[in-house]
């Protein structure tokens, strides 16, 4: 027993002495008054910043100063300038002895400008001169780089070695060639026009006649396919690459206008409404719908997402034929019996009535908003003055016994009118508008059936014709030349019955809804994006 414990002892005292030379030593006083706080490296030093700000930028009183100044050059010390001289004149000579077999390399350093009577192309001087290119050498730059070349080069400065390579296997770009033909120099290409007020027109291209560049899209409403068997409306909005479709189901739907997905961004649905004809009012902030069937209209305002119900005055009993004229301000309706109700834009108060002596099918506000057109089953066109709300002409229309479209170009410079036999007359407006029995500009009988469409493009280069009466009824006419599109529908193409035409604010899509729930879109082209 007596060797069992002396053992333990001893084993016990092993594992003491191990574990306090294992124990670490406190290197620090644990105990101390006040936080540690590292030292802040990067502090704010307002002195530091102002210096080298004026290292860097130069004084802020010399900015006035040049200012004030009619030169706009930039002012450097006359030391530098000397040295910066000295050192271009040398690497020219420099240059021009060791690149006398490249031609290319002896260009770009060349300082001296050979003025002769043979209009050579001369170089242009240096918008900008920074003094280290000429004190940045390649031996320096090889230095700092790390590096070596293969074989020695004749320049001495970094930037000459660098434009050299680059003109050796790149060769020199076309928008880096700033010559210019002085037969090609336009009197107007002066100061003025590079001022911010004083902007170039873009040249316009005329449309070329006889065919046209068009291309098939994705409909606009195949997202949804919802708005009922028979699309009524179709309209862009006039600031924005957004498009409408309304159709019988009362349902309206707003949709996004890229060609490719067009997809949806809010719909909503009237019900027991079915639309005849919805617009965009107010500057596309609002939009209108009327109905055949309900002595009432609906509003939708897109700024806060409400809708309103308003009722028509009195006698009036659908809104199934109306137009909203182009300043925003009169809402004109096809009434029962010959009249034309003249409505307030804003609260849908009955503002004046005009009385026909036919029953009116259609209407068209001039691009002024100061003369309204109307048309009906009578062969007589009515121009009314809408300040004094008289009638100031009856101009007859050619050939026409019952006229079902009407439409006049943005420009104001043509009227055309649609018959039920298919006959589309192009008149001038000053001969409408003075004349009483006007002469037609052309005569376009390339439809069979009731002209029920017409609309011009907003650059009134093109006046498209549709027939809801029959398929692929549908006809695009080139109005400089008076000449139809003959590439345009093919004998591929499914329109079917066409019930409503516009096309984009820049002319660059063509909508045309039909009887089998779609809106179809086309891409023109010749002209822009939208």
Request: hydrophobic share 30%.
């Amino acid at each position: 027993m007596d060797e069992q414990t002396e053992r333990k002892k001893v084993k016990h005292n092993r594992n003491t002495n191990e574990y306090k030379a294992k124990k670490p030593k406190v290197l620090y006083n644990r105990k101390f008054r006040k936080p540690l706080r590292k030292k802040r490296k990067n502090e704010y030093d307002p002195d530091e910043e102002a210096r080298l700000e004026k290292i860097v930028f130069g004084d802020t009183s010399d900015i006035v100063h040049n200012l004030l100044n009619d030169k706009s050059e930039t002012k450097i010390n006359d030391e530098s300038v000397d040295v910066i001289e000295e050192i271009v004149d040398k690497n020219d000579e420099k240059d021009k002895e060791d690149s006398k077999d490249s031609e290319d390399e002896s260009d770009h350093d060349t300082s001296i400008l050979s003025s002769s009577d043979d209009s050579k192309s001369k170089k242009k001087k240096a918008a900008w001169i920074d003094e280290d290119d000429y004190n940045y050498t390649v031996d320096s730059a090889l230095i700092a780089q790390n590096r070596t070349l293969p074989c020695e080069r004749p320049e001495k400065l970094y930037t000459t070695y660098l434009e050299n390579r680059y003109k050796l296997f790149v060769g020199t770009p076309k928008w880096a060639k700033l010559e210019k033909n002085e037969a090609d120099v336009d009197d107007l290409d002066s100061d003025i026009l590079k001022h911010s007020c004083h902007l170039e027109a873009p040249k316009v291209k005329n449309l070329p006649k006889n065919i046209i560049d068009i291309k098939a899209l994705k409909a606009l409403n195949k997202s949804t396919h919802t708005e009922g068997p028979i699309i009524t409306s179709v309209e862009f909005h006039p600031s924005s690459t957004v498009a409408l479709v309304a159709g019988s189901s009362g349902i309206l739907s707003l949709f996004q206008v890229d060609g490719h997905t067009n997809d949806k961004l809010h719909s909503m649905q009237f019900k027991k409404y079915p639309i005849s004809k919805a617009t965009f009012m107010k500057e596309g902030t609002e939009i209108l719908l009327g109905s055949q069937y309900y002595p009432y209209c609906h509003t939708y305002d897109l700024m806060n997402g409400k809708t309103y119900k308003l009722p028509l005055p009195n006698n009036i009993t659908n809104m199934k034929h109306y137009e909203v004229s182009p300043d925003g301000k009169l809402i004109a309706l096809c009434g029962r019996f010959g009249e034309i109700y003249l409505l307030h834009s804003s609260t849908k108060e009955l503002v004046s009535i005009l009385k026909m002596n036919s029953k009116c099918r259609v209407l068209a506000f001039t691009p002024d908003s100061k003369m309204l057109i109307t048309h009906g089953d009578g062969s007589e066109m009515y121009i009314w003055d809408l300040n004094t709300r008289t009638c100031v002409n009856r101009a007859v229309d050619d050939g026409c016994l019952s006229c079902t479209s009407l439409a006049m170009s943005p420009s104001g410079q043509f009227i055309a009118t649609g018959s039920a036999q298919g006959v589309v007359n192009l008149y001038d407006t000053k001969s409408v508008l003075k004349d009483q029995s006007p002469m037609p500009l052309k005569i376009v009988m390339n439809l069979v059936t009731s002209v029920t469409n017409l609309k011009f493009n907003p650059t009134s280069e093109i006046l498209s014709a549709a027939s809801v009466d029959k398929h692929n009824a549908f006809k695009m006419l080139h109005l400089p030349s008076f000449t139809v599109f003959s590439n345009f529908p093919t004998l591929q193409t499914i329109i079917g019955l066409p019930q409503t035409i516009d096309f984009s604010p820049g002319s660059g899509y063509l909508s045309i809804s039909n009887r089998t729930g779609s809106a179809l879109l086309y891409r023109l082209r010749h002209y822009g994006n939208y």
